[in-house]
């Protein structure tokens, strides 16, 4: 996965094409750490039709709350720069990432 950070983020996200997947997460989310080992295999399989990326919002604050990032986790897809879809909060589990995924990849 990309690490992202708000010097390059509008490059590999705002200005990208095609589908981004962010993983917004912070070390002290322990919901998101139990995530990420399932959104870095997801990569596996759908890394060839969306690029995978992830922030740690701690480095990054005022640049997740730019995108409406209020709580965490947040697994949002970007279309052509635009967010278009996400899953947040308790809502953000495996099964509910994984579909999210399918839906664009």
């Known amino acids: 996965m990309l690490e992202l950070n708000k010097d390059n983020f509008e490059q590999e996200v705002l200005e990208a094409e095609g589908y981004v997947l962010v993983d917004f997460w912070s070390p002290s989310c322990e919901p998101c750490k139990a ?8 990569e596996k ?4 039709t ?8 701690t480095k990054a ?4 709350i730019g995108q409406k990032v209020l709580g965490l986790p ?12 996400s899953v947040v909060a308790d809502d953000a589990n495996k099964e509910s990432v994984e579909a999210l995924i ?4």
Do not use: C, N, Q, W
């Not at 052509?80 to 879809?85: K, N, Q, S, T």
């Not at 399918?102 to 990849?105: C, E, F, G, N």
């Open 35 to 42: 995530l990420m080992p399932h959104v870095e295999e997801m």
């Open 45 to 48: 399989a759908f890394g060839d």
């Open 50 to 57: 969306i690029k995978f990326t992830s922030l740690d919002i």
């Open 61 to 64: 604050r005022r640049l997740a």
């Open 74 to 85: 947040v697994v949002a897809i970007y279309k052509d720069g635009e967010r278009i879809d």
């Open 102 to 105: 399918k839906k664009y990849a």
